[in-house]
DNA sequence: AAGTGGTCTAGACCACCGA
DNA sequence: CGGTGGTCTAGACCACTTT
């Protein structure tokens, strides 16, 4: 039963409601969810509040709807022709290394041009700025830095500490699982190979003039408004970004 | 005004307006829209309706939403390119440097695991490999050594020769478009950044050590099968690869 | 206080799908 | 045919921002 408490809307609650079910396995991939009008009844919403809920997790990718079939479970994410960059830990683990991560610091920063104009704020605007470190077998691996508006940027860095406490190694990409309020819609990447500059190459303790794949980030939420603006390093042997797309 | 013709959805309609006046610059970047109820009257539909408009609008990235405040023309992103790499030609005149291109080779290979992989055909099977020099203002920037089935391949060899006669400066992305009856629907790519060689250094004619992008794609059609297996080494300094794509 | 977007309701008609 | 999602209306109240 949905919370009559408003201070979380009830589109809201539905979504976390089903998401979870999909998570737990109440609901299996390639499964009919209940219709719109029965989890109208079921939740006790008007219609349009399903169709939001729906559409959303939709757009996500969680769910796939067929005109006049019904609403259903989408594959796990690798069946879907959908572009991903392999993320942190499984990238590792596939290679035999044991992954880490380490907080090398958060702090306030003040948005400089770059920032300014990839978050849409003025310049010289209070950002929260965290840097973290992805280790393999301890040596350092990936060097991320990445600026948030404050307001997120607080909920970042304390998602960061507490996967930290946990021991659980992640990048900037998994935070936003544990901020279920903050739903990143689509990212826009730009790659590029260079060479490890001495501050670069003491930070990921290697020789400099090594190749590094530096990749600048830009995360939208589905409201339009950019939420993360992040520059990140690897180590050009320890890494490689897999995408499929379609052509053209 | 909207054409009551319903075979077009009214906030598709819409959508496709405000799409038009910020293309043409009617709406400006970081100018406030007219608010929800304004285009209610202006368009005669319902707040709904516009709503779901200007919410799609705003996940697509071209409008961002504040509470309070209004709906604004989005800045234009820093890549242009929806979900695709910068082509050949455009990526270097955007720098000022004019593009041209080298036919290096073309020859009758046999299948090494990797191809045979990759391509689907036994080992050893013969196989068309074209491979090509990109040049910026007559300096090399990009090497390209693909790798066709034979019929395809020979084909596409016929096609580089005829642009080259052409003078017309391309990638082995734009072979395809000269091949009617060969149609690519999907390629999966992988980045990876490393030092130049010996070996490529000379090719490229730069320093060894130096950092290059190396992308290896394999491309598919619609039919499933792979038709082309290709390695290309770009100058670090001189490419950068955008994406766009949806988070998760 | 006035205007904005955010949420929500209770209906309606349509187009598509399967039995 | 009945059930599905897709579109649409005409209201309502709320939370946020600016004046």
Redesign the pocket.
Known sequence: MLSPN?S??????LKDDLREKIKTGALKPGE???????LCEQY?????????A??ELANEGLLY???????FVARPRIDQELVRVTPFESSLRSKGLIPSTKILGSKIVSADYEAATALAVPLLSPLVNLTLLGLGNEQPVAYYSACFPEDTGHKMVAAARARLARKVPFSTYDLYDDLPEVNPARLTQSFEAISAGAELAEILDLPPGKPLMHITTVVYLD?GRPVEYRHSYYRGDMYRFHITRPAR
Request: charged content about 25%; aromatic content about 4%; hydrophobic content about 25%.
């Open positions: 408003h979380i809307p009830l589109y809201q609650q009919r969810i209940p219709s719109e009008r029965e006790h919403v008007s219609r349009m509040t399903v169709r939001q729906l559409a709807r067929t005109h006049g079939k019904g609403t409201n």
